[in-house]
């Protein structure tokens, strides 16, 4: 079984920053993309921002310049740098991980329990 656990979180003010980090652990051959999803009371999960195992990076508009997503391929984490918060960008925010169980398998999608986020004054 492979658990995603997430840190990070918390309140912090407008204009402030956040960093979070998730951690993938459990018997698994490698991880292919990771990403981090938000989702804030009464909209849909969105995409924030993906990394590919390689380091190549996408990003949704709402964060870019302001967001910066890496990862530790040796350590299994995935981190997320938030800067110039805005009350906005209140959500709880999901790790998500493609996850190759074994040679000749394909991934599958694995979900952090979520950490919340809250930007106000």
């Known amino acids: 079984q492979v658990q995603l656990v997430e840190s990070g979180g918390g309140l912090v003010q407008p204009g402030g920053s956040l960093s979070l980090s998730c951690a993938a652990s459990g018997s698994f051959l490698s991880i292919n993309d990771m990403a981090w999803y938000r989702q804030a009371p009464g909209k849909q999960r969105e995409l924030v921002a993906a990394?590919?195992?390689?380091?190549?990076?996408n990003y949704a508009d709402s964060g870019k310049g302001r967001f910066t997503i890496s990862r530790d391929n040796a350590k299994n984490t995935v981190y997320l740098q938030m800067n110039s918060l805005k009350p906005e960008d209140t959500a709880v925010y999901y790790c998500?991980?493609?996850?190759?169980?074994?040679?000749?398998?394909?991934?599958?999608?694995?979900w952090g329990q979520g950490t919340q986020v809250t930007v106000s004054s």
């Open positions: 998500n991980a493609q996850v190759v169980p074994g040679f000749y398998s394909p991934s599958v999608t694995y």
């Open positions: 990394i590919v195992r390689g380091g190549r990076t």
